[in-house]
């Protein structure tokens, strides 16, 4: 056998073996591997795709939330203040009604005392005259003998509508 | 004038200009050196005639052993005198399909005649009768080793077949994860640029020879027995192979191809001159092609045999010589082997490259605009 002769032999086989290894290879190993690559390619291109986009998403959603957070603290601030205001509102109104109240009820015990004082004075002055009826009652039916009798008598009178008990005792 | 500059500027007439330079040298070479080979032969055969029985039989002929080895046999040689006998095939009009086993023959060199045939000093088929026209379809060694290497092939990539579809969408695995960046290698990186769009049509049969050849090249460098057979280095072989390549480039040719062959935007005058130039064109590559791998894979088997040569030679002046030189042969024929390694890879990728490149000049959209300059 020559070595640059092709042999006719040899040549018949490789082109017979050859043909069917290349049917085979192509029909039951090349395609189901191009295919099953091809497939895998799409879907790793497909997951990265759609990874980008669930980041995008998160990204928005996350912008979106610091938004929804910004907006709910100044709503919460807004509410803060009302609520503060409110308050500030309500303890007014309650200090106003207390004062009033207060001021009220210092005007009707002072009418109170007034009206107090006015009977008191009535009173005392409804006993100083019969005080001073009965001493002078007093003065004329006893005999003034000395003046140090007198004396005696009159600072006991005194002391006895000091102490109150002349007007009792009579 | 314009046209006729862009005639020489063109691809073609580059390929042509440096194929036809590397056939020419191919050629000569391939067939200068088989004829000394020839000639060396007969010396060795007369010299062994002339000194007869006297002489030592068992004269060491490195020229011969290569050779041995490095073509097609009709047994596997083994060790010695062992060789595994391989089925004769042999259809002849007058003696009808015979089949026997190559063992009948016996060694080299004193073949036995068996059945009216028998093996001559080149180990080469011969009927005893001058006049009988036979066809040989033995398993040689090579079909043996083309059987071997297909089956090798279909037991790999049908099992990673399988594993594809079982395993859908799921990271590679094992046998899967070696060849898958082999596979996208050729799709991507050898197909996708040189074929274009329509790449995908050809990627199962770019593949197909890839794997084929890659194979091949590597069982060969294996020196027992499944392996050490010169399959890819044979030129029937890459001459099947180129011609598959022809094939495939021929019948997927579009319009603006076959245009440009038959009728070259020149003037109709030169039409005589480049029509013949475009057809030598067309075939010339398909036979560049078988040449290229032939020799390559040939020439390591030659080198490592070579090497393992000088230490039978050396050997046979002086025993102590022989093993000297054996450690630096051993380490050279290492160092050769793991270039035979890249060699393997690399006609491979060669071969698949310039098939598609063949394959996308035949299914290339001319655009005019590209036309013009």
């Known amino acids: 056998m020559d070595l640059v002769t092709p042999g006719t032999g040899l040549t018949v086989w490789m082109l017979i073996t050859f043909s069917i290894l290349l049917y085979l290879l192509v029909k039951f190993a090349w395609k189901p591997i191009l295919k099953s690559l091809k497939e895998r390619e799409d879907s790793i291109g497909q997951a990265l795709k759609s990874a980008e986009e669930a980041k995008s998403q998160m990204a928005q959603l996350k912008s979106d939330n610091e938004s929804m957070f910004k907006q709910a603290r100044v709503e919460r601030d807004v509410i803060l203040k009302e609520a503060k205001d409110m308050k500030d509102a309500i303890v007014a109104e309650a200090r106003k009604a207390a004062e009033e109240e207060g001021k009220r009820m210092i005007i009707k015990a002072q009418d109170e005392i007034s009206k107090q004082k006015v009977a008191a004075i009535g009173e005392l002055k409804s006993q100083v005259a019969a005080f001073s009826v009965s001493i002078a009652e007093k003065l004329i039916s006893k005999k003034l003998e000395d003046s140090s009798e007198q004396q005696q008598i009159i600072s006991s009178l005194v002391k006895d509508f000091g102490t109150g008990k002349a007007a009792v005792n009579n | ?373």
């Open chain 2, 1 to 373: 004038m314009p046209e006729n500059k862009r005639f020489y500027n063109s691809k073609t007439f580059r390929f042509l200009l440096v194929f036809s330079i590397f056939c020419t040298f191919g050629l000569n070479n391939a067939f200068a050196d088989h004829q000394t080979e020839g000639v060396a032969e007969e010396m060795h055969a007369t010299e062994a005639h002339a000194e007869g029985e006297t002489a030592k039989p068992t004269k060491f002929e490195p020229g011969k052993m290569i050779l041995e080895h490095v073509k097609d046999g009709y047994g596997w040689h083994l060790w010695g005198t062992t060789t595994i006998p391989l089925p004769m095939i042999i259809y002849s009009k007058s003696k009808g399909l015979q089949v026997f086993s190559s063992g009948h023959f016996g060694h080299n060199p004193h073949y036995e005649v068996y059945n009216g045939y028998t093996l001559n000093h080149e180990s080469k088929l011969v009927s005893e009768d001058p006049a009988e026209n036979f066809y040989d379809f033995s398993i040689t060694k090579n079909v043996l080793a083309l059987l071997i290497g297909s089956s090798l092939l279909l037991i790999i990539f049908l099992s990673v077949a399988r594993s594809y579809t079982k395993r859908q969408g799921q990271a590679p695995k094992g046998l899967q994860s070696l060849v898958e960046p082999l596979i996208i290698f050729i799709r991507d990186e050898v197909a996708g640029p040189s074929i274009g769009p329509k790449a995908y049509k050809f990627v199962p049969f770019l593949l197909t020879i890839f794997f084929f050849i890659f194979i091949n090249n590597l069982l060969g460098l294996v020196p027992i027995f499944p392996g050490g057979a010169n399959l890819t280095g044979n030129i029937a072989i890459t001459m099947v192979l180129a011609l598959m390549v022809f094939v495939v480039t021929s019948f997927s040719g579009n319009k603006t191809y076959w245009k440009h062959i038959f009728m070259p935007d020149v003037p109709k005058g030169l039409w005589i001159l480049l029509i013949p130039i475009e057809i030598i064109g067309v075939v010339l590559k398909p036979f560049v092609l078988m040449l290229r791998l032939f020799a390559n894979i040939t020439a390591g088997h030659i080198i490592i045999l070579g090497f393992f040569s000088l230490i039978f030679i050396f050997g046979e002046m002086n025993q102590y010589l022989g093993g000297g030189v054996g450690i630096f042969s051993v380490a050279f024929t290492t160092f050769m082997s793991v270039l035979e390694l890249l060699v393997a890879f690399l006609q491979a990728y060669v071969f698949t490259l310039l098939a598609s490149l063949y394959i996308g000049a035949a299914v290339e959209e001319h655009h005019h605009a590209e036309d013009k300059h």
